[in-house]
């Protein structure tokens, strides 16, 4: 067995220590004579383990007592839709602030739940820069605000959390949760996609400050309430439960690793190196975002002649690197450098980097 | 390592083959170096995975080809307020034949979307009987009809399709699907929770005809849309890509034991098994459904002694079974004989129950 150099942007690596402990695990899990996939949810080995990758996620993020986990399920785009009708009531107004394709994407799906406005966007630089912070029409009126701290498709990245004043900041943080550490009171509401940092994808995470689940709840199934979920710790029906494992895994992992503050400053130091690989390429490859915004979570580059792109992919496939392809909607390339993607790794493709400019320059 | 008797009523046992299988291509699935989890659902060796999963799905079932086939998430719940938004007007009808405590709740979180009907209920018999058809007080200008074919807290089972004329048939089979051969031509929608027949909790498996997905939209958002999902192969976002992968291996699994036809004759015999033990025990053990309507996937049963009912758990647990706690909705027990319940695993079952009451008789 040969494990691949993965820098995918999601589903993406994941550690491979909780790869082979859910594995040593499969048939038979803490000793229960069963996968943890075959057992009730309901039962008291998993609502062990439930409770406990709660509290672990709850130490990572230092989560003040005011607010609620819940492992969901429908990815983030089904909460694009179903955060509005959560949060704001019938005829009410969001504001957001759009930054990327997610983030756009967030706004066409709330649009038909919600009055999406868009209070800041920087479409008009293609997305490779962050609107000002003084630019925003925010709505003091707005049920609240919503904006993606890291937009994967560029590689754009907020390295502050923007100061919205009283309205609820709500954020997509599927792509750069746990990947340093975070001040969660700051937030009213903070959802993510597991698929890039926390586990395999059809789980979502969210954190939701009490305050906004006391809201008057709109004609809308019990299932689709975030109110419901948390005053049934996620069960009103059946989770996830092979994704919660997994999840709970990964946070034994982080927390061995050091924690938040360790994941944030290797997440620094590896996103450095590939930065300084293209920066220092005399223009071999190149990246087109605003510095300030660059993102620690996914590195994306362009080679200087389109034509070697084909020849790159090919290349670093055959060299063992998987996951190096730019999203469709830009081309080039993106290494997405999550907590699981190793310094050796990173390594790996910095020389890798290197080596092709070397033979093609 | 030793691997319990598994009766749990779901999440449910999965078939050991699946999970060494499972266990083996952790770290390194099908030569790509990498897990399944950590691979984008857009790269050619996951959708090769998809589409042979549907193809296989396809032949097991003998699925018609104007219907589509969809690997959704958020439990069979999520669906039951998801269906009528799909399939109904704004302020439309649609029947509910209400035979457990799932249908049940079918009905209430409709009931936010829809006018829902309950057309037939064995409530009254503590639904422990199914309501004869002839009494059924169906709208013919119904959106659709809604049944349940197996309940599972009851252990109540539909043998027959029920005909409903030209309104569209729409039927929860998340604790029956893949059970035995069923004429999906019937149907016009087929739901089910992967959790009890297919695969690991978090993915919600559907088989939609044609003419289903082109009713006019409401104002949804799009990744609420059935016909989207169909559109874009489930794929509008990232799907629940292990779910996916199990329910795959799952499908070559039934294949290899001789298909849907072979399955069925197998929980035929496995449940008759069960159920001869409880009939033959002299009042010992009690199963309080109607005969012509006993199910083949959870048998329940409940001691002459409800005093009893703790000491039958615990020396069960000490056995080495798990699982066989009845709902709390009833209390008793439940043996949940889904496909990968073993023919042995059943027959450890009867011994058990036999030596049980030989005991305590």
Do not use: C
């Not at 900041?169 to 750069?176: E, F, G, H, R, T």
């Amino acid at each position: 067995m040969s494990r691949a150099w993965n820098f995918s942007a999601g589903p993406a690596a994941l550690p491979e220590a909780v790869l082979k402990r859910a594995q040593a695990e499969m048939l038979d899990w803490n000793g229960t004579g069963a996968s943890v996939m075959e057992l009730s949810h309901r039962g008291k080995p998993f609502m062990q383990l439930a409770a406990a990758a709660e509290q672990r996620l709850r130490q990572l993020l230092a989560i003040p007592s005011n607010y609620k986990v819940l492992f969901l399920q429908g990815g983030a785009t089904q909460h694009f839709a179903q955060i509005p009708m959560n949060l704001a009531p019938e005829g009410g107004s969001a504001d957001y602030i759009v930054t990327g394709v997610f983030s756009k994407k967030a706004v066409s799906e709330a649009a038909f739940h919600v009055d999406a406005r868009v209070a800041a966007t920087s479409e008009a630089t293609d997305f490779l820069t962050l609107p000002p912070r003084a630019g925003w029409q925010l709505n003091p009126e707005a049920s609240y605000v919503h904006y993606t701290p890291n937009e994967t498709i560029r590689g754009l990245e907020f390295h502050e959390i923007p100061d919205v004043g009283e309205v609820p900041l709500v954020a997509d943080m599927s792509s750069n949760i746990l990947g340093a550490p975070l001040d969660v009171s700051r937030f009213g509401l903070i959802y993510a996609g597991a698929q890039k940092n926390i586990g395999p994808s059809g789980l979502v995470l969210m954190i939701v400050r009490d305050d906004l689940l006391a809201r008057p709840p709109r004609s809308i199934a019990r299932i689709l309430r975030y109110a419901e979920q948390a005053a049934n710790d996620s069960m009103l029906n059946t989770p996830n439960t092979w994704g919660w494992y997994v999840a709970g895994l990964t946070f034994e992992w982080i927390e061995g690793q050091g924690g938040l503050a360790a994941m944030g400053e290797r997440n620094a130091r590896k996103s450095a190196m590939v930065y300084d690989a293209i920066d220092g390429s005399d223009g071999f490859y190149r990246n087109d975002v605003e510095r300030a915004a660059r993102s620690r979570m996914n590195v994306s580059f362009v080679l200087h002649d389109s034509a070697l792109d084909s020849v790159f992919l090919a290349e670093s496939e055959a060299a063992g690197f998987i996951g190096l392809k730019g999203h469709k909607a830009v081309g080039g390339m993106r290494a997405s450098l999550y907590n699981a993607v190793s310094q050796p790794a990173v390594e790996a493709l910095v020389q890798f980097m290197r080596d092709f400019a070397a033979r093609h320059g």
